[in-house]
């Protein structure tokens, strides 16, 4: 099982190597078109890291998964949005599930009301993920809109968070650990 963390502003080319890893198909289904190489390099220079919090899945230290969580205070003061990415290995497995529901508690933990994401309407990963965690879709030119109502931040979701947050940091170290003697064999 991956390690699921939240990703460090120096962690940024493991994201770009992720990002860089998928397919065209998980490309255009995680970008909603055609993106090239150049313009996902760019898209990940371009991140405000004051204004979006990535969450991974890392397996054997090599990120697998990641959700961006992305806010704008000033245009939409309690709204934010996510944009999700797996790689093939990874899908089926619940992996989307984990990180979307790491990133509504984020959000709600930053007094974020309502969360936003934009799909193809032939992603049906998405779309179920969507309601399984009770998304309001719509339907426009050939995308689904899905936004998530969320509550207001309790103590319980702050706990919830910051368990994580220590749960993803410890699984990390031990997972570096286990590792550390099958790399130095072989070398």
Same mark, same amino acid.
């Given at each position: 099982?991956?390690? #699921? ?11 770009? $190597? ?18 090239? +190489? ?17 969450? =991974?899945?890392?397996? %054997?230290?090599?990120?697998? $998964? $990641?959700?961006?969580?992305?806010? +704008?205070?000033?245009?939409?003061? %309690? ?20 990180? #979307? ?19 193809? $309407?032939? %992603? ?9 965690? =009770? =998304? ?5 030119? =050939? ?10 931040? %309790? ?33």
């Amino acid at each position: 099982m991956p390690v #699921i963390r939240k990703i460090l502003p120096t962690e940024l080319p493991l994201y770009r $190597a992720h990002l860089l890893r998928l397919d065209r198909a998980d490309r255009y289904a995680r970008f909603t078109g055609t993106v090239s +190489d150049e313009s996902l390099t760019r898209h990940c220079a371009g991140i405000d890291w004051s204004r979006t919090i990535l969450i =991974g899945a890392f397996l %054997n230290g090599e990120l697998r $998964a $990641a959700i961006e969580l992305c806010s +704008d205070r000033i245009l939409w003061p %309690n709204e934010a949005e996510f944009g999700v990415s797996v790689e093939k290995d990874l899908q089926g497995r619940g992996v989307g599930s984990t990180l #979307i529901r790491r990133a509504l508690t984020v959000a709600r933990n930053r007094s974020v009301g309502r969360v936003h994401i934009q799909c193809l $309407a032939e %992603n049906v990963r998405m779309r179920a993920l969507a309601r399984r965690f =009770g =998304g309001r879709s719509s339907i426009e030119c =050939g995308e689904i809109a899905a936004s998530f109502e969320l509550p207001p931040p %309790n103590q319980f979701s702050f706990a919830l968070e910051a368990l994580e947050d220590g749960a993803g940091a410890f699984n990390s170290m031990l997972a570096s650990f286990a590792s550390g003697p099958q790399q130095r064999a072989a070398a």
